[in-house]
Protein backbone atom coordinates (compact mmCIF):
# COMPACT_ATOMS: atom_id res chain seq x y z
CA UNK A 1 0.00 0.00 0.00
CA UNK A 2 1.30 3.51 -1.64
CA UNK A 3 -0.59 6.14 0.50
CA UNK A 4 -1.74 9.29 -1.02
CA UNK A 5 -3.50 11.15 2.08
CA UNK A 6 -2.08 11.41 5.53
CA UNK A 7 -4.43 12.10 8.42
CA UNK A 8 -3.17 13.90 11.01
CA UNK A 9 -5.36 13.94 14.14
CA UNK A 10 -4.10 14.66 17.96
CA UNK A 11 -6.73 13.69 19.82
CA UNK A 12 -5.90 11.21 22.67
CA UNK A 13 -9.81 10.41 23.46
CA UNK A 14 -12.85 9.15 21.04
CA UNK A 15 -15.25 11.81 20.81
CA UNK A 16 -17.16 13.51 17.90
CA UNK A 17 -14.05 14.35 15.57
CA UNK A 18 -12.26 10.76 16.16
CA UNK A 19 -15.69 8.84 15.13
CA UNK A 20 -15.56 10.80 12.33
CA UNK A 21 -12.07 10.44 10.99
CA UNK A 22 -12.64 6.51 11.82
CA UNK A 23 -15.66 6.47 9.68
CA UNK A 24 -14.21 9.05 7.55
CA UNK A 25 -11.39 6.36 6.39
CA UNK A 26 -12.89 3.16 6.54
CA UNK A 27 -15.29 4.63 3.45
CA UNK A 28 -12.81 6.15 1.50
CA UNK A 29 -10.86 2.45 1.75
CA UNK A 30 -14.21 0.93 0.37
CA UNK A 31 -13.46 3.86 -2.51
CA UNK A 32 -10.37 2.57 -3.06
CA UNK A 33 -8.03 5.73 -1.48
CA UNK A 34 -4.86 4.74 -0.29
CA UNK A 35 -4.51 6.58 2.68
CA UNK A 36 -2.42 7.07 6.61
CA UNK A 37 -3.06 7.82 9.75
CA UNK A 38 -0.96 9.60 12.13
CA UNK A 39 -2.25 9.54 15.90
CA UNK A 40 -0.54 9.69 19.02
CA UNK A 41 0.31 6.07 20.58
CA UNK A 42 -2.60 7.19 23.24
CA UNK A 43 -5.27 7.41 20.60
CA UNK A 44 -7.88 4.52 20.84
CA UNK A 45 -7.83 5.60 16.66
CA UNK A 46 -4.63 3.60 16.73
CA UNK A 47 -5.89 0.14 17.75
CA UNK A 48 -9.32 1.17 16.27
CA UNK A 49 -8.57 1.28 12.73
CA UNK A 50 -6.59 -1.51 10.44
CA UNK A 51 -5.60 -2.37 7.58
CA UNK A 52 -3.97 1.10 6.71
CA UNK A 53 -0.58 1.91 7.39
CA UNK A 54 -0.10 4.22 11.01
CA UNK A 55 2.43 6.31 12.26
CA UNK A 56 2.61 7.25 16.06
CA UNK A 57 3.01 10.55 17.21
CA UNK A 58 5.21 11.78 20.18
CA UNK A 59 3.14 12.21 22.90
CA UNK A 60 4.68 15.22 23.85
CA UNK A 61 3.23 18.47 21.26
CA UNK A 62 6.17 20.45 22.13
CA UNK A 63 8.11 17.31 19.31
CA UNK A 64 5.33 16.88 17.53
CA UNK A 65 5.35 20.29 16.62
CA UNK A 66 9.28 20.48 16.25
CA UNK A 67 10.56 17.01 15.62
CA UNK A 68 8.65 16.05 12.94
CA UNK A 69 11.36 13.72 11.47
CA UNK A 70 9.15 10.90 11.12
CA UNK A 71 6.71 11.92 9.45
CA UNK A 72 8.91 13.60 6.58
CA UNK A 73 10.58 10.63 6.03
CA UNK A 74 7.33 8.55 5.85
CA UNK A 75 6.17 11.59 3.38
CA UNK A 76 9.27 10.85 1.18
CA UNK A 77 8.95 7.11 1.16
CA UNK A 78 5.80 7.40 -0.26
CA UNK A 79 3.61 9.12 -3.20
CA UNK A 80 1.55 11.44 -0.22
CA UNK A 81 -0.14 14.44 -1.70
CA UNK A 82 -2.37 15.36 0.58
CA UNK A 83 -2.48 16.09 4.40
CA UNK A 84 -5.67 16.30 5.84
CA UNK A 85 -5.58 17.48 9.46
CA UNK A 86 -8.71 16.94 11.59
CA UNK A 87 -7.87 19.56 14.80
CA UNK A 88 -5.75 22.46 15.72
CA UNK A 89 -2.78 20.77 16.38
CA UNK A 90 -2.78 18.86 13.35
CA UNK A 91 -2.83 21.77 11.66
CA UNK A 92 0.46 23.67 12.97
CA UNK A 93 2.15 20.23 12.72
CA UNK A 94 0.41 20.46 8.88
CA UNK A 95 2.30 23.42 8.12
CA UNK A 96 5.29 22.72 9.23
CA UNK A 97 5.12 19.11 7.21
CA UNK A 98 4.09 21.95 4.13
CA UNK A 99 7.08 23.90 4.75
CA UNK A 100 9.21 20.71 4.76
CA UNK A 101 7.88 19.33 1.64
CA UNK A 102 5.89 21.98 -0.48
CA UNK A 103 4.06 19.45 -2.99
CA UNK A 104 1.63 18.65 -0.23
CA UNK A 105 -1.56 20.05 -0.33
CA UNK A 106 -3.05 20.71 3.56
CA UNK A 107 -6.50 20.28 4.02
CA UNK A 108 -7.99 21.51 7.35
CA UNK A 109 -10.88 20.38 9.26
CA UNK A 110 -12.55 22.67 11.82
CA UNK A 111 -15.53 21.54 13.95
CA UNK A 112 -15.43 24.44 16.53
CA UNK A 113 -17.36 27.64 16.46
CA UNK A 114 -15.35 29.61 18.56
CA UNK A 115 -13.30 32.50 17.03
CA UNK A 116 -8.97 31.49 16.17
CA UNK A 117 -7.15 33.82 18.57
CA UNK A 118 -6.50 37.18 16.82
CA UNK A 119 -2.90 37.24 17.33
CA UNK A 120 -0.02 37.68 15.03
CA UNK A 121 0.57 34.17 14.65
CA UNK A 122 -2.78 32.85 14.64
CA UNK A 123 -3.57 34.81 11.57
CA UNK A 124 -0.32 33.67 9.77
CA UNK A 125 -1.67 30.07 11.09
CA UNK A 126 -4.98 30.34 9.37
CA UNK A 127 -4.74 32.67 6.91
CA UNK A 128 -1.73 31.38 4.84
CA UNK A 129 -0.41 27.89 3.83
CA UNK A 130 -3.88 25.77 4.28
CA UNK A 131 -5.29 25.04 0.71
CA UNK A 132 -8.68 24.46 1.80
CA UNK A 133 -11.06 24.15 5.14
CA UNK A 134 -13.83 21.75 5.60
CA UNK A 135 -16.43 23.28 8.13
CA UNK A 136 -18.54 20.79 9.61
CA UNK A 137 -21.69 23.51 9.72
CA UNK A 138 -22.50 26.25 8.16
CA UNK A 139 -22.05 28.39 11.83
CA UNK A 140 -18.50 27.06 11.58
CA UNK A 141 -17.96 28.35 7.97
CA UNK A 142 -19.08 32.08 9.20
CA UNK A 143 -16.71 31.52 11.92
CA UNK A 144 -13.80 31.64 9.71
CA UNK A 145 -14.96 33.67 7.25
CA UNK A 146 -15.27 36.23 9.96
CA UNK A 147 -11.82 35.88 11.11
CA UNK A 148 -10.69 36.97 7.49
CA UNK A 149 -10.20 33.15 5.72
CA UNK A 150 -10.72 33.74 2.00
CA UNK A 151 -14.39 32.26 1.36
CA UNK A 152 -13.49 30.31 -1.32
CA UNK A 153 -10.99 28.51 0.58
CA UNK A 154 -13.69 27.37 3.10
CA UNK A 155 -16.19 24.43 1.84
CA UNK A 156 -19.39 23.53 4.23
CA UNK A 157 -19.65 19.80 4.77
CA UNK A 158 -21.88 18.32 7.39
CA UNK A 159 -21.01 15.58 9.92
CA UNK A 160 -22.72 12.59 9.02
CA UNK A 161 -22.93 9.12 10.34
CA UNK A 162 -23.76 5.28 8.62
CA UNK A 163 -27.43 5.78 8.26
CA UNK A 164 -28.49 2.42 7.02
CA UNK A 165 -25.94 0.71 9.24
CA UNK A 166 -27.49 2.80 12.78
CA UNK A 167 -31.30 1.97 11.70
CA UNK A 168 -30.17 -1.72 11.13
CA UNK A 169 -28.86 -1.91 14.53
CA UNK A 170 -31.67 -3.61 17.06
CA UNK A 171 -32.43 -2.23 20.50
CA UNK A 172 -30.44 -3.88 23.36
CA UNK A 173 -31.64 -3.00 27.15
CA UNK A 174 -29.01 -4.74 28.55
CA UNK A 175 -27.25 -1.78 30.03
CA UNK A 176 -30.66 0.07 31.06
CA UNK A 177 -33.00 -2.43 31.94
CA UNK A 178 -32.49 -1.56 35.86
CA UNK A 179 -33.58 1.43 34.96
CA UNK A 180 -36.05 0.97 32.19
CA UNK A 181 -37.94 -1.00 34.98
CA UNK A 182 -38.46 2.10 37.24
CA UNK A 183 -38.67 4.90 34.40
CA UNK A 184 -40.20 3.64 31.20
CA UNK A 185 -39.62 7.11 29.47
CA UNK A 186 -36.16 7.27 29.27
CA UNK A 187 -34.96 10.94 27.98
CA UNK A 188 -31.47 10.00 26.68
CA UNK A 189 -28.25 13.26 25.99
CA UNK A 190 -24.55 12.12 24.81
CA UNK A 191 -20.77 13.83 24.95
CA UNK A 192 -18.16 14.30 26.53
CA UNK A 193 -18.37 15.08 30.84
CA UNK A 194 -16.93 19.00 29.79
CA UNK A 195 -18.17 22.08 30.45
CA UNK A 196 -19.22 23.19 27.17
CA UNK A 197 -22.21 20.29 27.39
CA UNK A 198 -23.32 21.97 30.18
CA UNK A 199 -25.31 18.69 31.52
CA UNK A 200 -25.54 20.30 35.08
CA UNK A 201 -28.66 22.35 32.96
CA UNK A 202 -29.41 18.57 31.35
CA UNK A 203 -29.85 17.14 34.63
CA UNK A 204 -31.81 19.84 36.49
CA UNK A 205 -34.41 19.90 33.55
CA UNK A 206 -35.01 16.11 34.19
CA UNK A 207 -35.24 16.88 37.90
CA UNK A 208 -37.79 19.13 37.53
CA UNK A 209 -39.82 17.24 35.50
CA UNK A 210 -40.12 14.56 38.27
CA UNK A 211 -43.40 15.53 39.94
CA UNK A 212 -45.81 15.66 37.09
CA UNK A 213 -43.62 13.00 35.18
CA UNK A 214 -42.25 10.10 37.92
CA UNK A 215 -41.93 7.56 35.03
CA UNK A 216 -39.23 9.72 33.11
CA UNK A 217 -35.47 9.97 33.79
CA UNK A 218 -32.09 10.72 31.72
CA UNK A 219 -29.37 8.48 30.83
CA UNK A 220 -26.29 10.26 30.48
CA UNK A 221 -23.91 8.52 27.59
CA UNK A 222 -20.52 9.64 27.93
CA UNK A 223 -17.24 10.44 29.58
CA UNK A 224 -15.34 12.94 31.13
CA UNK A 225 -13.77 15.04 33.41
CA UNK A 226 -16.98 16.35 35.06
CA UNK A 227 -18.01 13.35 35.65
CA UNK A 228 -17.19 14.08 40.01
CA UNK A 229 -18.61 17.25 39.63
CA UNK A 230 -21.90 16.13 37.82
CA UNK A 231 -21.87 13.02 40.55
CA UNK A 232 -21.87 15.60 43.22
CA UNK A 233 -24.47 17.87 41.73
CA UNK A 234 -26.57 14.54 41.59
CA UNK A 235 -26.06 13.24 44.99
CA UNK A 236 -26.35 16.56 46.85
CA UNK A 237 -29.53 17.97 45.27
CA UNK A 238 -31.15 14.28 45.89
CA UNK A 239 -32.00 13.70 42.16
CA UNK A 240 -33.09 10.59 41.60
CA UNK A 241 -33.79 10.49 38.11
CA UNK A 242 -30.50 10.92 36.57
CA UNK A 243 -27.94 8.63 35.45
CA UNK A 244 -24.68 8.60 34.61
CA UNK A 245 -23.85 5.56 32.51
CA UNK A 246 -20.66 6.26 30.93
CA UNK A 247 -19.45 5.99 27.11
CA UNK A 248 -20.77 3.56 25.21
CA UNK A 249 -19.71 2.50 21.32
CA UNK A 250 -22.44 2.48 19.13
CA UNK A 251 -24.74 4.28 21.36
CA UNK A 252 -28.07 3.44 19.40
CA UNK A 253 -29.00 0.29 20.62
CA UNK A 254 -29.69 2.24 23.77
CA UNK A 255 -31.08 5.49 21.85
CA UNK A 256 -33.73 3.08 20.24
CA UNK A 257 -34.94 2.52 24.01
CA UNK A 258 -35.30 5.93 24.55
CA UNK A 259 -38.28 8.52 24.31
CA UNK A 260 -36.45 11.79 23.10
CA UNK A 261 -32.97 13.81 22.86
CA UNK A 262 -31.63 16.48 25.15
CA UNK A 263 -28.75 18.45 24.54
CA UNK A 264 -27.80 21.76 26.24
CA UNK A 265 -24.53 22.23 24.98
CA UNK A 266 -23.12 25.59 25.25
CA UNK A 267 -21.42 25.93 22.16
CA UNK A 268 -20.95 23.64 19.10
CA UNK A 269 -19.90 23.10 15.80
CA UNK A 270 -22.54 20.30 14.49
CA UNK A 271 -23.36 17.49 16.77
CA UNK A 272 -22.84 13.65 15.86
CA UNK A 273 -25.02 12.31 18.70
CA UNK A 274 -27.63 14.31 17.52
CA UNK A 275 -27.44 12.93 14.71
CA UNK A 276 -27.53 9.74 15.78
CA UNK A 277 -30.68 10.08 18.02
CA UNK A 278 -32.72 12.09 15.00
CA UNK A 279 -31.42 9.16 13.09
CA UNK A 280 -32.76 6.09 15.97
CA UNK A 281 -36.40 8.54 15.62
CA UNK A 282 -36.34 10.49 18.81
CA UNK A 283 -36.98 13.89 18.59
CA UNK A 284 -34.30 16.39 20.16
CA UNK A 285 -34.82 19.17 22.36
CA UNK A 286 -31.38 20.94 22.10
CA UNK A 287 -29.67 23.85 22.43
CA UNK A 288 -29.80 26.90 19.70
CA UNK A 289 -26.25 27.46 19.57
CA UNK A 290 -23.78 26.91 16.68
CA UNK A 291 -24.21 24.14 13.86
CA UNK A 292 -27.16 22.84 16.14
CA UNK A 293 -30.19 24.81 14.05
CA UNK A 294 -28.33 23.19 10.79
CA UNK A 295 -29.96 19.28 12.46
CA UNK A 296 -32.91 20.44 13.74
CA UNK A 297 -35.68 22.68 12.80
CA UNK A 298 -37.76 23.83 15.39
CA UNK A 299 -41.10 22.23 15.57
CA UNK A 300 -40.58 19.84 12.99
CA UNK A 301 -37.98 17.56 14.60
CA UNK A 302 -37.20 18.87 17.72
CA UNK A 303 -37.24 22.23 19.87
CA UNK A 304 -34.37 24.82 19.93
CA UNK A 305 -34.27 26.18 23.37
CA UNK A 306 -32.06 29.52 24.51
CA UNK A 307 -29.18 27.74 26.60
CA UNK A 308 -28.86 27.28 30.08
CA UNK A 309 -33.03 27.50 30.09
CA UNK A 310 -34.12 25.11 32.19
CA UNK A 311 -37.67 25.80 32.04
CA UNK A 312 -37.47 26.27 28.16
CA UNK A 313 -35.98 22.97 27.51
CA UNK A 314 -38.58 21.25 30.01
CA UNK A 315 -41.37 23.08 28.44
CA UNK A 316 -40.12 21.60 25.09
CA UNK A 317 -39.90 18.05 26.87
CA UNK A 318 -43.54 18.30 28.02
CA UNK A 319 -45.14 18.55 24.51
CA UNK A 320 -43.65 15.68 23.57
CA UNK A 321 -44.24 13.30 26.49
CA UNK A 322 -48.15 14.56 26.71
CA UNK A 323 -48.74 14.80 23.05
CA UNK A 324 -48.65 11.60 21.46
CA UNK A 325 -49.90 12.53 17.73
CA UNK A 326 -47.09 15.25 17.60
CA UNK A 327 -44.46 12.99 18.84
CA UNK A 328 -45.36 10.37 16.36
CA UNK A 329 -44.99 13.04 13.50
CA UNK A 330 -41.90 14.55 15.04
CA UNK A 331 -40.21 10.73 15.08
CA UNK A 332 -40.92 10.10 11.45
CA UNK A 333 -39.67 14.20 10.73
CA UNK A 334 -36.47 13.37 12.96
CA UNK A 335 -35.61 9.83 10.60
CA UNK A 336 -36.62 11.89 7.62
CA UNK A 337 -34.24 14.48 7.96
CA UNK A 338 -31.66 12.10 9.45
CA UNK A 339 -31.27 10.97 5.90
CA UNK A 340 -29.43 14.56 5.11
CA UNK A 341 -26.48 13.43 6.93
CA UNK A 342 -25.26 10.56 5.53
CA UNK A 343 -21.50 9.39 5.30
CA UNK A 344 -21.42 8.18 1.64
CA UNK A 345 -22.67 11.83 0.67
CA UNK A 346 -19.65 13.45 3.20
CA UNK A 347 -17.10 11.22 1.53
CA UNK A 348 -17.67 12.57 -1.91
CA UNK A 349 -17.79 15.48 -0.91
CA UNK A 350 -14.67 15.15 0.53
CA UNK A 351 -12.96 13.36 -2.24
CA UNK A 352 -13.90 16.67 -4.03
CA UNK A 353 -12.10 18.91 -2.15
CA UNK A 354 -9.11 16.54 -2.40
CA UNK A 355 -9.14 16.75 -6.09
CA UNK A 356 -9.84 20.67 -6.57
CA UNK A 357 -6.79 21.05 -4.40
CA UNK A 358 -5.00 18.67 -6.88
CA UNK A 359 -6.16 20.23 -9.94
CA UNK A 360 -3.06 22.49 -9.95
CA UNK A 361 -0.26 19.33 -9.74
CA UNK A 362 -2.51 16.97 -12.57
CA UNK A 363 -3.28 14.52 -10.46
CA UNK A 364 -6.45 12.82 -8.48
CA UNK A 365 -7.15 10.88 -5.08
Known amino acids: MNPELLHIDTGESFRGGQRQLMQLIYHLNQAGIQQALAVPGASPLFDRLNGIPKIKLWNNNFARHFFPGRLIDFI ?10 HDSEAHSIGITLKKACPHLKLIVSRRVVFPP ?3 LSSRFKYRRHVDKYIAVSHAASDVLARHGIDQSKIT ?13 IEPDATVINPILERFPRLIATAGALTSEKDFPTAIQTIASLRVKFPDVALVVLGEGPERPAL ?3 ISGQGIKNAFLLGHHEPMAPILKLCRAFLLTSTSEGLNNSVIEATACGLPAVVSNVG ?14 CPPGDTSSFATALTSLLTDEELYSTMSENAVRLAGHFNMAELCRKTVDVYNSVLVSNGIRV
Not at 293 to 303: A, H, L
Open 76 to 85: HNNPVNIIHA
Open 117 to 119: SSS
Open 156 to 168: TIHSAIDIDGIQN
Open 231 to 233: ESL
Open 291 to 304: GIPEIIDNGVNGYL
